[in-house]
């Protein structure tokens, strides 16, 4: 069996490190339920925060379920994400949400995050 592990290099771990994405957020996907923020980096690979907080998933098993989820999407997903930062947040009612529907939502916020950073990186370019 396969090493499935979330190494800390795709990880964003300190408060300054989130600051940075809550600050300087370029983009903004929205699914039912969550919410991801992103800001592009240098280091050639997405990174992922997770805030979940009690006010809005109340059990800390629905809490823990969906960070699951979202960190088995990032490692397991076939979408290829750019370099950015990205900090997923949840929403009112996101502990209600199913397995199935988190999935469908975090699969379709990855595909809308790719194409809104590569509508960035070219118009980047084109200005430049």
Request: charged share 25%; aromatic share 4%.
């Amino acid at each position: 069996m396969a090493h499935q592990g979330f190494p800390r290099g795709l990880r964003i771990l300190t408060a300054g490190e989130y600051r940075h994405v809550f600050d300087n957020a370029s983009f903004k996907v929205h699914g039912k339920g969550l919410l991801a923020l992103a800001c592009p980096n240098t280091l050639g690979h997405a990174r992922v925060g997770l805030v979940f907080s009690k006010k809005n998933v109340r059990r800390a098993v629905d809490r823990n379920r969906l960070k699951r989820l979202t960190r088995e999407s990032i490692r397991l997903g076939q979408h290829r994400l750019p370099a950015v930062d990205i900090v997923v947040l949840s929403k009112r009612g996101a502990g209600e949400l199913d397995n199935d529907t988190v999935q469908r939502q975090l699969h379709g916020m990855w595909r809308r995050l790719e194409q809104e950073a590569k509508r960035h990186l070219a118009a980047t370019q084109s200005i430049a």
